[in-house]
């Protein structure tokens, strides 16, 4: 009876961790659904992701990668990008905060970069022009697993069509 009534006990703590350590979001999988309506509510009414409805632009993709293991950072360092990014701003700025912001006010290449260290830890990397109504369902599709997409920036020349400007020099010369 003693012993039923341990683990009885145990089970009900064990439960109640839960309550008191809740489980991370950022560990595991997310499909694309729930990604896409996650991100929705992250760039609602009030971001400027929205000024850009019904055009096209080129969306830098920032994704929080506090929880990827080492070997899938070192995968995604491979790729080129900068890895010295966020090192370089904390050293200038010695404050997590400040130094995140000034890593995502920096222009990012397809290549990405990262800021690395501590958390979060984040990987930005620009996309391909597109248009803005495919963005969101763009950044999930290269989302991997105990990564997760939180912000997408769009270009300042988002409203500018590149097909209009070379039009415009072809008609001059």
Do not use: H
Not at 31 to 52: E, H, I, M, T, W
Not at 124 to 147: F, K, L, S, W, Y
Not at 148 to 170: F, G, K
């Amino acid at each position: 009876m003693r012993t039923a009534l341990t683990l009885l006990a145990a089970s009900l703590a064990l439960g109640g961790c839960s309550l008191i350590w809740p489980e991370d979001e950022r560990v595991g999988g997310e499909d694309a659904d729930d990604c896409a309506a996650r991100v929705a509510k992250l760039l609602g009414p009030g971001s400027n992701f929205r000024l850009y409805q019904g055009e096209a632009g080129v969306p830098t993709f920032t994704y929080d990668i506090t929880k990827l293991g080492l070997e899938e950072v070192q995968a995604l360092l491979r790729k080129g990008g900068d890895e010295t990014a966020g090192t370089r701003t904390m050293n200038q700025t010695n404050m997590t905060s400040t130094a995140v912001e000034e890593f995502m006010n920096r222009e990012v290449d397809e290549k990405g970069a990262f800021f690395l260290g501590r958390d979060p830890a984040l990987y930005r990397v620009r996309g391909q022009r597109q248009p803005v109504e495919g963005m969101i369902a763009n950044g999930c599709e290269r989302q991997q697993a105990d990564m997760r997409l939180i912000d997408i920036a769009i270009s300042a020349s988002a409203s500018e069509p590149a097909a209009d400007s070379e039009q415009e020099q072809e008609t001059d010369s």
